[in-house]
């Protein structure tokens, strides 16, 4: 015997089932947005980022920042809109979640490092050396911090029109030695080696970042830089 809650759907026909589906659904959708843990949302957001849905990774980053528990999910929330923001060039938001995230947790390597980047972003060399060097001494295995060090040395040198860049190169392919697989470190080096007009090596660099995360618009973009020089 069918349950009574099913028949009027199927007085509709295969329109009432479809409509039936759909409303479990969405039902489904909203159960699991409700009861997702705020780090369930930060990888949500994770996944957004990567695929260049930087509004959802937005959505995502805020509603797990508004949910959080502890401190750590806090920073960790607060450091993915930093690098968010910059990523869309929005650095003086990016700044702002940065700081708050120093605040969260004054040891978080990540959150230094991310500072550093913003610094770099906001053409201050020499603040984004501070931050990058105190990102290492926090984590000397943290593949972000040395990264940002690496930018905020390029920065540096690119702005005293020095042209050699071998100290950020060395510092970025020790963060490649870290974990080679990373794309933002490939994308990094590729970036260190176009500022040396070496585009063949640059090349080399900026294509297995985009096979890693071919979705990430930022890639695309370097490439194109790239191919018009």
């Known amino acids: ?29 909203w159960a699991l947005n409700v009861y997702m843990t705020p780090v369930e949302r930060i990888k949500d ?8 849905h930087l509004v959802e990774a937005e959505r995502s980053y805020r509603l797990a ?49 991310e500072l550093a980047r913003v610094f770099s ?4 060399p020499e603040e984004a050396i501070s931050h990058g060097q105190k990102a290492c001494e926090l984590d000397e295995t943290d593949v972000v911090a040395f990264l940002s060090l690496a930018e905020a040395m390029a920065s540096y040198e690119k702005g005293q029109e020095m042209t050699g860049y071998s100290r950020p190169l060395e510092i970025a392919q020790y963060a ?18 176009q500022l040396q007009r ?4 640059a ?9 890693i995360e071919p979705d990430f618009f930022v ?4 490439l194109g830089g790239i191919e018009q020089a």
Not at 10 to 28: K, T
Not at 198 to 201: G, H, I, L
């Open 1 to 29: 015997m069918l349950p009574g809650w099913l028949k009027p759907w199927l007085r509709w026909g295969m329109a009432g089932l479809f409509g039936m589906i759909v409303l479990v659904s969405v039902g489904l959708v």
């Open 65 to 113: 920042l508004d949910t959080a528990k502890v401190n750590s999910q806090k920073t960790l929330a607060y450091i993915r809109l930093c690098r968010l923001y910059r990523v869309e060039g929005e650095s003086l938001d990016a700044l702002r979640m940065c700081q708050a995230a120093v605040q969260s947790d004054p040891g978080s390597a990540l959150a230094e490092a």
């Open 198 to 201: 070496k585009q063949d090596e």
């Open 219 to 222: 890639y695309y973009l370097d």
């Open 45 to 52: 957001g994770d996944q957004a980022f990567w695929k260049s």
């Open 203 to 211: 090349y080399e660099y900026f294509e297995p970042s985009r096979q």
């Open 121 to 124: 972003a906001l053409d201050a």
């Open 176 to 193: 490649y030695s870290l974990d080679p697989a990373n794309p933002e470190v490939l994308q990094v080096l590729g970036f260190l080696f």
